[in-house]
């Protein structure tokens, strides 16, 4: 496991941040802009409402003014209770009024009468004037301005009578008043009535006496009369009409607005109390916090609304305010929109590097796929290799099966009758059935009706124990016609060990079976007599032998030779000669019991074999009665013939233990019987034994051929078919008898091999064959292979290895010169123990080769397992290699197979020149034969290697 990658925000990542947020920010101070502007003139819109409202009132009230002045103008006398109805609805639709007054002129003169009629009504009325805020009675002036009417009463008690003059004030806007002949209204200044700490004001308005004429200021001073004032408390004024229209405090989720009114004209007033009239009487708004970022961004601060209006030649101001409000005090778009981006920028980001990230671990991902598949195609070119090899071997091994002049059959282990699967050629070219016939059935069809064969059991039980077995079977062909095979069946295991198939392999042995029996006959019986003949007399009395060695039962054997018979074949001719031997036969044969033996050794020699039996025991009387009826006179062709014989008797086990030595021993007795006069018998004995000493001599002359140095060693070169040149040769024995000459090792090999002298002889061959080969070498004449013949015997011998190294050591050849030839037949004997042997030789650096490779039973596996070098193809197949297309299949598929499993070959007994041709075509390594040169003598090779001879170019045609 990779372990993860610390964590790196991506470039891509990061700027997808930066992006966003910078966009984010745009679209916070555009919205922000917006929202700015819109604050803006929103509270203009609530400014503007509010100081309409303001107006409004003010407006009223100077009408309600007018109109109750109109009352004035148009009733020459207004009573109190008139000025009273008149006034109370207008107070009741304007309540920002504080009262309704009639100001009546009263002179110094009239006073104390104006006094004295009210009193009459008002009690304890007068006159009064202002001091210390308090009412009190006036002091004497030319003339007074009485409140008179006042309305509503309630509340304005203090102001009854009150002397309105006693104000400057209100004296310099009431002069103002009745010169202009308009309201009019005072300065602020505390009114009477007021207990509290507000300023008021008043606005009046002149009434003049009915009928004067108007046209200049003195013309209507002099007119003048009183007036009409509205009374005012001036923040009263401001809350009520603000009130009326619903203006007054801030209303949930509305800003904070701040009234000031200023009784002011100036534009750019110095503020300060004496002019405010309403409001906080703020200074100038503070500052925010802003952080150096434009006020706007953060904060909504509409500019302060004012606007300025004239109230009865006053100029009142109004400022309407608002402090600056953080954005995010209220829900701000903007704020959610900076939100959201900024989120979705966050997300973007973040979704970026995801897809970064994740398209750097997928990149990772990739490249070590990429490694991992590189790996495995390589993995996978080796498998591809390792299996075209395995296919090219089974290929061959297809070619082999195909090509083989035997039937191979395989069989379906799994289908329910082991139907077959497939046959080869040849089993068409035998059976006549073509494969598409025999495919898909029972194996059995081969043997038609003919079940009752003990083969059949066999083939049934290696099917059902899955082993290998053997079985010779009685077939018949497509046309019905007999034949006889030998099968070899054997089971097929899969890659789990399970059996899959079974392979059978079917050899034609109807030839041979019928030659056998034939040959049974031949070599059984006697062709003249229909007697037991040599071979067969060997055979019954070994078990004669066997039988009467388990029960203690001797046997006689009795060897009879006709006296004179070659003087009756002679006279008479052979056709009498064999009438003769007939009849004898049939004397004897009858004068016996049938489960004794009657041979026939040829000529006139005829040999029985007489158990003993329980019921009837042996006695020379029986020796005689056979004798007598031999003797029987016997007529040929009208000549009467008595015939005498001569009987010699071994007796077993006295006489000798083997059939041989019984034979042998009979035969000499019958010789004592004929030199003691004919017609009689002999019993066996000890100095009877000459023959006997004769084998004996041979044997010794063997031996002795040893101790006497008659045996020599020939040499054949075998010679590289691609070099030309003599790359090794086999030392083959001779024996140079003194009487017989030289002896071919065919004729005495087998006498060695019986004796047990092959062991000794094999050792001189191997150490001579070693000698030699050092001393070619040292002679500068080349590094040749010596390859040298192993016998049965030998190979069984428990010092072999030793025996070879020591020849190596003693002779000085380095051990890759010598080969060791071995048979088939020598090493499947006992595989296992051949295998340890092999390996041995192989330790010691020697080469070992399987000579005569094709006559025996070789089996692929074993070939195998077996640490062998070369591989000599058989004289025989070579032989045929030019005339028989099957021998010459044969080599080849023994050549590729031979090259398959590293193995040189060789061909043996190539005599001619296609013969070389054709295995130089087919790729064999080198060859051996008459044609290069026969066995010769060291000497002779040594010359040869001298002159350097080796194939002509010419010669081998094709080659080079
Ligand atoms: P082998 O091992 O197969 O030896 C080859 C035989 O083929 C030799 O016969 C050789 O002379 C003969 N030969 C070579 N080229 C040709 C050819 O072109 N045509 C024909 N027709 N024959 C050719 P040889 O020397 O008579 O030996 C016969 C067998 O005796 C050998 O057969 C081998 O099995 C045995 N033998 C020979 N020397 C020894 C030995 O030292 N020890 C043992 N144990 N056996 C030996
Ligand atoms: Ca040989
Ligand atoms: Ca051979």
Redesign the pocket.
Known sequence: MRSRPPFSLSMAALLTLVVGVLISAILFASLRRLEHDNADIAFRQHAKIRVAAIQKSLDNSMRVLKDINQLFVAFETVSREQFRLFAEPLLARNPYIQALNYHRFVSQQERPAYEATMREQFPGFAITENQDGKPVPARIRDRYRVVDYIEPKQGNEAAFGFDADSYDVQTQAMQRAIDTGEPSATGLFQLLQESGTQQGFVVLMPIYRHGAVLTDAPSRRAAVIGDTAAVFRSSDLIVKSLVTENFLGTPEGERNISINVYASAMLNPVWNEQSLIFGGGAAEPVKPLTFGLPTWLLYDQPAPYQQAFDIAGKTWRVVVSTPPVLFTSQSSNAMWAFLAALLFSIGTAACMQTMVSRSRRIQRLVDERTLQLRSVNEDLIADIAARKRTEQALQLRERAIEASTNAIIILNANAPNYAIEYVNPAFERITGYPADEAIGRHIGFLWGKDSDQSGIEEVRGCTLEQREGHAVLRNYRKDGTLFWSDLYIAPVRDDTGKVSHYVAAQYDITATKRYESELEFQTNRDALTGLANRNLLRDRLGQAISYAHRYGHPIWVLFIDLDRFKFINDSLGHQAGDVLLKAVANRIQSSVRDTDTVARMGGDEFVLVLPERTDAGLSTGIVRRIMDAIAQPLTIEGHEFFISSSVGVSVYPSDGLSPEELIKHADVAMYRAKETGRNNFQFYTSEMNERALERLRIEGDLRNALERGEFVLYYQPQVDLRTREIVGV?ALIRWQHPEFGMVPPIRFIALAEETGLIVPIGAWVIQEACRQGKQWQRDGLGHLRM?V?LSARQFCQKDLVECVAAALSESGLSPEYLEI?LTESLVMADVENAIGILRELKALGVKLSI??FGTGYSSLSYLKRFPIDVL?IDRSFVNDITIDPDDAAIVTSIISLAHSLRLQVIAEGVETIEQLTYLRRHECDQIQGYFFSRPIQAEALGRMLKEGKRLQAEMTGTLI
Request: charged share 70%.
């Open positions: 086999e390859s013949n030839e000579d005569d000599k």
